[in-house]
């Protein structure tokens, strides 16, 4: 994007998205609120709606929850765009609760229409990577951001104007200081939720490596006495559980085997040693043995993993600095992942 001199801020960002507290929507609000955009809210897809008309209560009845959840939020998204002016900015995360006809009155409205898509828009590997509404969705936008160049080339091909804005990591005060003083466990750690292709990978990692596994589901897989089975984690405990592991393991969707997930920079920026899938991406951001692992396939993960296990308490210390003063030094934090954000928002307005 090219620079803007003396760009106009004084517009308001409108954003659709969740509030919860593991939500990048969260990590964004947050981060533009520090930037110079003095007018920064949010419409939440997962608060409760009260007090909606009889038709909308009629629809609560009828219509499947899911489907009566995005007709609600669309009808308090519209009220909002109707009290905003033209050149201000409708910002939508992934867009699967948006419907492309509000899309339409906001653009008609003359906002200016940005998406940051944290999955692919046009690979969808699960329910909540997509949906119709994201696919019907895309041309509407001014920008849309994406964290991977695959997804970029993808919706260049539809002229669609595009920037690849990559994952980050919350930091905070405490991340530096406390986190570091983590008693460690010498154990690899796994944080999500189960498929079919992770399960099978974890059954073969964990044959002679001890692995904690950490989400929903789990329990329900067969795995050896060596694996540890533990409730989902979420906030500081999130990063916390990052950290005082010896070795993170990440694993890739089949969306984004080139690229990289919102993992490459949780690990190693609250001071984790990353055990990461070599990609296009991880091989960019990070020196191998250095700052992070990259490894090829389950047998060499698991190779790589036992010689992380035993590492020294020093060793593994330098690694742990090393790999959170390399993501700090990529602005791999959220708030200046947000300023970048706005820097393009700021540019593509100014072409309004």
């Not at 990048?24 to 409760?48: F, H, M, P, S, W």
């Not at 009290?83 to 899309?103: A, H, N, Y």
């Not at 990591?169 to 498929?195: A, R, V, Y």
Request: net charge positive; glycine share 6%; aromatic share 10%.
């Amino acid at each position: 994007m090219h620079e803007i001199t003396n760009p106009d801020t004084r517009f308001a960002i409108l954003i659709s998205g969740s509030t919860l507290p593991a939500s990048i929507e969260l990590a964004y609000l947050n981060g533009l609120k520090r930037t110079k955009c003095e007018n920064v809210q949010i419409v939440e897809t997962d608060r409760i709606y009260t007090n909606l008309t009889f038709l909308y209560k009629i629809a609560r009845r009828i219509l499947p929850n899911n489907h009566r959840r995005i007709l609600a939020h669309n009808k308090i998204l519209v009220r909002e765009i109707d009290k905003r002016g033209r050149g201000d900015v409708l910002l939508i995360f992934k867009g699967m609760e948006v419907l492309p006809d509000t899309l339409k009155k906001a653009k008609k409205a003359g906002l200016i229409l940005v998406n940051y898509n944290p999955d692919h828009p046009f690979i969808f590997s699960g329910r909540g990577s997509g949906n119709a509404n994201v696919r019907n969705g895309i041309k509407w936008f001014d920008l849309y951001m994406t964290y991977a160049l695959d997804a970029k080339q993808a919706l260049e091909k539809r002229n669609i104007p595009s920037y690849v804005l990559p994952f980050g990591f919350e930091n905070s005060s405490w991340m530096g200081q406390s986190l570091l003083k983590e008693e460690e466990i010498n154990s690899c750690c796994f944080i999500g939720n189960p498929d079919s292709i992770r399960v099978a990978f974890l059954q073969e990692f964990a044959k002679n490596i001890p692995l904690h596994l950490y989400g929903t589901g789990w329990s329900q897989s067969d795995f050896t006495s060596s694996v540890k089975i533990h409730e989902a984690v979420t906030g500081k405990e999130f990063y916390q559980t990052l950290r005082k592991y010896r070795v993170q393991l990440n694993l890739m969707r089949p969306h984004n085997l080139n690229s990289h997930n919102m993992r490459t920079f949780d690990v190693p920026g609250c001071g984790g040693i990353g055990l990461m899938p070599r990609t296009r991406d991880h091989e960019h951001f990070f020196s191998d043995s250095n700052e992070a692992f990259i490894y090829d396939e389950v047998t060499d993960a698991a190779k790589t993993a036992r010689h992380i296990l035993d590492l020294s308490y020093e060793e593994a210390v330098k690694i742990r600095k090393s790999a959170r003063e390399k993501t700090l030094q990529l602005g791999g934090d959220y708030n200046s992942r947000a300023q970048l954000m706005f820097d393009n928002i700021v540019s593509i307005q100014s072409k309004q």
